[in-house]
């Protein structure tokens, strides 16, 4: 026989003793539906979670379609939907809220709710009510460790799960943490004692900024880890207490992974608020550090000056590195090359822990990259993925692979660029280091003639970004320039377009985006193209060498399609003079280039001179040039000569080749 008791909550002594009776009798089941459990030997608990969102609309429709109410249209199910969610799709909501249905928003069947819960509310002990009570400080799934640090009756988890008021999960670690589901979390709040309550926020404030301090220590040690949302959704609702201006700033530095992720105006508007706050000189510098990292525009050296100052002042070493470290980067973004390459030195040397001295390396490299040094850019970026597999974090490490990659990419290295990309993928996690080697690797594959791989790369990279709510632009240039190679002008347009509605689009990341759209214009043989590379090469001063010379490689050969080689000759000879030795593939496309100009201006001498000065490196593009550039020198002489087989295969692929081949057709 079967016995089935719904809604057993109230079971008393006597039911319970008829039970144990009926249960030693042969061949009885008894199924019993309640949120108590029996404690009868024999018990098997099969826990019942809530419905999912599509069947419990499904049963919210039965139960109101038997009372002949209907559901009117899209509009009006949707309503019903997030009233549902409102009471987490349990099975009992839906019922009492289907209800009490008269075709509109259900609002009756609430009460009914509400007294089965008040019901569970009265069986519970004074203490376990306030435990119940307390446990709505928490705005995230929280574990046993944390109720201790909370709670005043941490113990009363136990029958709190076992009256099912609350819900208990293994995380990913296998730590058991604690839920409550909105519906019994609105009810306990509302119906718990306001000293209880107070008592628990207090110590709840304590117990999350005390995390963040501590999360602090181990970023300092090892290097940060990417925010998890359980530790950020604490620190958020510990913050909005406005507690004192030190657990205030201890929640903001808690939370700069998080808001760098997902909110950087937050960050810098928490940042503000606490700029005249009472703080010791390790809280200001820990604020500074987020601070600088959140800034719209870098710092100038009027703005470096106190931080460094403060950088002296902290107690502790590695925080002291640490500001040192984001003001220097920014100094050299800034155009500060000498005062981020002094404290670059400072960093990258002992009493600095290693890690620090790998960041030392890393502001060494950015200043090699700035002084078109790109072999010095590997041996800096090499020395600090040396130091950062022994001390660093995995993300750190990504990051400074990151750095080596581009340096092998423009030294024309591309297969070793592209392993150093992949091993910085196996290593960056899921956040914005990800986003920037799938970039990487993408560039890697514009330069190697590969456009539809390179987009594929950058539809990773701007997928990882979108999954935190960015708009990742580097990506987004880099497709741009994929698709200028294929061709794809109507989809570039749109590409560039959402660059132009992005915000606080980077300065030099706007420069390319408008460099490749007048390359476009070039490639299509408008000769508002050339005027405006004209315009893009005056703005790259700003930015350093490289930037100047990649504008003058595509005004040269916008020029050279255009049937203008003198202009093209000027234009690549001023370019490549701005190039020290040693800058890799972009000296070598100059050259290359330059060439088959002098060949156009009648110096087939004077081409083969810059042809011979080119050392031979890998990848199609340079191959490519260089054969353009003997066809060229070689029909200025007078020769029938026709482009080498190789070449012609590159059209489609590549922009430059098309361009540079257009004045011969």
Not at 109 to 134: I, K, M, V, Y
């Given at each position: 026989m079967a016995l089935v008791l719904d809604g057993a909550d109230a079971l008393g002594p006597q039911e319970h003793e008829a039970l144990t009776r009926w249960l030693a009798a042969p061949n009885v089941r008894v199924l019993v539906a309640s949120r108590v459990r029996t404690g009868?030997?024999?018990?098997?608990?099969?826990?019942?979670?809530?419905?999912?969102?599509?069947?419990?609309?499904?049963?919210?429709?039965?139960?109101?379609?038997?009372?002949?109410?209907?559901l009117r249209g899209p509009e009006h199910r949707a309503r019903i939907a997030a009233r549902l969610a409102e009471h987490d799709h349990l099975p009992l909501a839906v019922e009492l809220l289907a209800g009490a249905?008269?075709?509109?928003?259900?609002?009756?069947?609430?009460?009914?709710?509400?007294?089965?819960?008040?019901?569970?509310?009265?069986?519970?002990?004074?203490?376990?009510?306030?435990?119940?009570?307390?446990?709505?400080?928490?705005?995230?799934?929280?574990?046993?460790?944390?109720?201790?640090?909370?709670?005043?009756?941490?113990?009363?988890?136990?029958?709190?799960?076992?009256?099912?008021?609350?819900?208990?999960?293994?995380?990913?670690?296998?730590?058991?943490?604690?839920?409550?589901?909105?519906?019994?979390?609105?009810?306990?709040?509302?119906?718990?004692?306001?000293?209880?309550?107070?008592?628990?926020?207090e110590r709840h404030t304590a117990w999350a900024a005390a995390a963040a301090r501590a999360e602090l220590q181990v970023a300092l040690a090892v290097g940060a880890r990417p925010a998890r949302p359980e530790p950020s959704a604490e620190l958020l609702a510990a913050l909005a207490r406005q507690p004192s201006p030190a657990l205030r700033a201890d929640c903001v530095v808690g939370l700069r992974s998080w808001w760098l992720e997902h909110d950087v105006a937050a960050l810098r508007q928490a940042v503000d608020a606490l700029a005249d706050a009472p703080l010791d000189a390790d809280r200001r510098a820990a604020l500074a550090v987020p601070g600088v990292m959140a800034r719209a525009e870098p710092l100038g050296a009027d703005e470096a000056a106190p931080l460094q100052r403060l950088?002296?002042?902290?107690?502790?070493?590695?925080?002291?590195?640490?500001?040192?470290?984001?003001?220097?980067?920014?100094?050299?973004?800034?155009?500060?090359?000498?005062?981020?390459?002094?404290?670059?030195?400072?960093?990258?040397?002992?009493?600095?822990?290693?890690?620090?001295?790998?960041?030392?390396?890393?502001?060494?490299?950015?200043?090699?990259?700035?002084?078109?040094?790109?072999?010095?850019?590997?041996?800096c970026a090499e020395r600090a993925v040396a130091l950062l597999r022994a001390h660093g974090s995995s993300e750190e490490l990504a990051a400074a692979l990151c750095a080596r990659c581009l340096a092998l990419r423009v030294d024309g290295r591309l297969a070793d660029a592209e392993a150093v990309a992949r091993e910085a993928l196996r290593h960056a996690g899921d956040g914005r280091t990800a986003t920037e080697a799938h970039t990487h690797l993408g560039l890697v594959a514009v330069a190697a003639l590969a456009p539809e791989a390179a987009r594929a790369s950058f539809a990773l990279a701007r997928d990882?970004?979108?999954?935190?709510?960015?708009?990742?632009?580097?990506?987004?240039?880099?497709?741009?320039?994929?698709?200028?190679?294929?061709?794809?002008?109507?989809?570039l347009e749109e590409r560039l377009a959402e660059l132009d509605a992005a915000p606080a689009v980077p300065p030099d990341h706007r420069l390319r985006a408008d460099e490749i759209r007048a390359l476009a214009a070039a490639d299509a043989g408008e000769p508002e193209g050339v005027a405006a590379l004209e315009d893009v090469l005056a703005r790259a001063e700003a930015f350093g060498a490289l930037h100047v010379a990649e504008v003058a490689l595509s005004l040269g050969w916008a020029r050279l399609a255009l049937g203008d080689p003198v202009g093209a000759r000027e234009?690549?000879?001023?370019?490549?003079?701005?190039?020290?030795?040693?800058?890799?593939?972009?000296?070598?496309?100059?050259?290359?280039?330059?060439?088959?100009?002098?060949?156009?201006?009648?110096?087939?001498?004077r081409a083969e001179a810059l042809l011979a000065r080119a050392s031979p490196r890998p990848g199609e593009l340079v191959a490519a040039l260089r054969h353009l550039g003997a066809h060229a020198a070689a029909r200025a002489r007078g020769h029938r000569a026709r482009p080498p087989t190789a070449l012609l295969a590159l059209l489609p692929r590549s922009v430059a080749v098309r361009l540079l081949l257009a004045g011969d057709r």
């Open positions: 009868l030997p024999g018990e098997a608990v099969l826990e019942v979670p809530p419905l999912a969102p599509s069947d419990a609309l499904a049963l919210y429709e039965a139960h109101a379609a038997a009372l002949g109410v209907r249905a008269d075709g509109a928003l259900p609002p009756a069947g609430e009460a009914g709710l509400t007294a089965a819960l008040d019901l569970s509310w009265t069986r519970l002990s004074p203490a376990e009510r306030d435990a119940l009570a307390q446990c709505t400080v928490f705005a995230a799934p929280f574990a046993a460790e944390a109720a201790a640090e909370v709670l005043d009756s941490p113990g009363a988890l136990v029958a709190l799960r076992r009256a099912s008021l609350l819900g208990a999960s293994p995380d990913v670690d296998g730590t058991v943490r604690y839920t409550l589901l909105r519906t019994v979390r609105a009810h306990a709040a509302a119906q718990g004692d306001a000293a209880a309550l107070a008592r628990a926020a950088a002296v002042a902290v107690s502790d070493l590695r925080l002291g590195d640490g500001l040192r470290f984001v003001v220097a980067r920014d100094l050299l973004a800034s155009g500060e090359i000498a005062l981020g390459e002094a404290i670059g030195q400072r960093l990258a040397r002992p009493p600095s822990t290693p890690r620090q001295q790998a960041h030392g390396w890393l502001l060494l490299a950015v200043v090699a990259r700035a002084r078109a040094d790109w072999p010095g850019v590997v041996r990882v970004a979108a999954r935190r709510g960015d708009v990742e632009v580097y990506a987004t240039v880099g497709d741009a320039l994929a698709l200028l190679e294929l061709g794809e002008r109507r989809v234009v690549l000879a001023a370019g490549r003079a701005r190039l020290g030795p040693g800058m890799g593939s972009v000296a070598e496309q100059l050259l290359a280039s330059e060439a088959v100009a002098a060949a156009r201006c009648g110096e087939p001498d």
